[in-house]
């Protein structure tokens, strides 16, 4: 049972109400995790602002869904992990095998292993990375486009995982167990 109330769309009023209708109409669905940031309409809100303007990016959605695995195994967050498991086969023509390598910071791609490489590096060492990680970037063929995207991707995957740990939001996906971790 989740640690804070999840907010149910249809009893929702004020900006918990407008943000509810716009994950759903973003998202398709109002799953848990928005149930539970709607307690703070605002951060809702700034979720699906940058959530938005991620999907306009230059990222396509199969190396924002890689992020996405990798982060949520590396932060050991059940939510995110079960979630993204469901949904990159389906948003991001994911396979079984690209999924679980993505889980592993890694992509038989050999750009989307660079990201995956540093998407790692960067949440692994809070941000603190060396030239040598950027450089190594740049000689896989990311531009610094796509290096910034990376970052703010880490940022929103970092976000959701801990929001869903800290409140212990329910998972409304099959489970998915972080490697290493014990069920929820």
């Given at each position: 049972?989740?640690?804070?109330?999840?907010i149910?769309?249809?009893?929702?009023?004020?900006?918990?109400?407008?943000?509810?209708?716009?994950?759903?109409?973003?998202?398709?669905?109002?799953?848990?995790?928005?149930?539970?940031?709607?307690?703070?309409?605002?951060?809702?809100?700034?979720?699906?602002?940058?959530?938005?303007?991620?999907?306009?990016?230059?990222?396509?959605?199969?190396?924002?869904?890689?992020?996405?695995?990798?982060?949520?195994?590396?932060?050991?967050?059940?939510?995110?992990?079960?979630?993204?498991?469901q949904?990159?086969?389906?948003?991001a023509?994911?396979?079984?095998?690209?999924?679980?390598?993505?889980?592993r910071?890694?992509?038989?791609?050999?750009?989307?292993?660079?990201?995956?490489?540093?998407?790692?590096?960067?949440?692994?060492?809070?941000?603190?990375?060396?030239?040598?990680?950027?450089a190594?970037?740049?000689?896989?063929?990311?531009?610094?486009?796509?290096?910034?995207?990376?970052?703010?991707n880490?940022?929103?995957?970092?976000?959701?995982?801990?929001?869903?740990?800290?409140?212990?939001?329910?998972?409304?996906?099959?489970?998915?167990?972080?490697?290493?971790?014990?069920?929820?």
């Amino acid at each position: 049972m989740s640690r804070m109330p999840l907010i149910d769309p249809a009893t929702a009023t004020g900006k918990a109400a407008e943000q509810l209708t716009s994950t759903q109409r973003a998202l398709g669905a109002t799953p848990n995790f928005a149930r539970a940031m709607a307690n703070s309409p605002s951060a809702l809100q700034g979720y699906l602002g940058l959530s938005t303007a991620l999907r306009e990016g230059v990222l396509p959605a199969g190396m924002r869904e890689r992020i996405a695995l990798a982060m949520a195994e590396l932060n050991g967050c059940h939510y995110c992990l079960s979630a993204h498991t469901q949904l990159a086969p389906r948003l991001a023509k994911l396979t079984t095998e690209e999924i679980e390598a993505a889980r592993r910071g890694t992509s038989s791609d050999p750009k989307a292993a660079a990201v995956l490489r540093l998407a790692v590096e960067i949440a692994g060492n809070r941000g603190r990375v060396g030239d040598d990680a950027l450089a190594d970037a740049r000689a896989a063929g990311l531009t610094d486009e796509e290096i910034v995207e990376v970052i703010a991707n880490v940022v929103q995957n970092l976000f959701t995982n801990y929001l869903n740990e800290v409140l212990d939001v329910e998972v409304d996906f099959p489970l998915v167990t972080p490697y290493g971790h014990a069920e929820v």
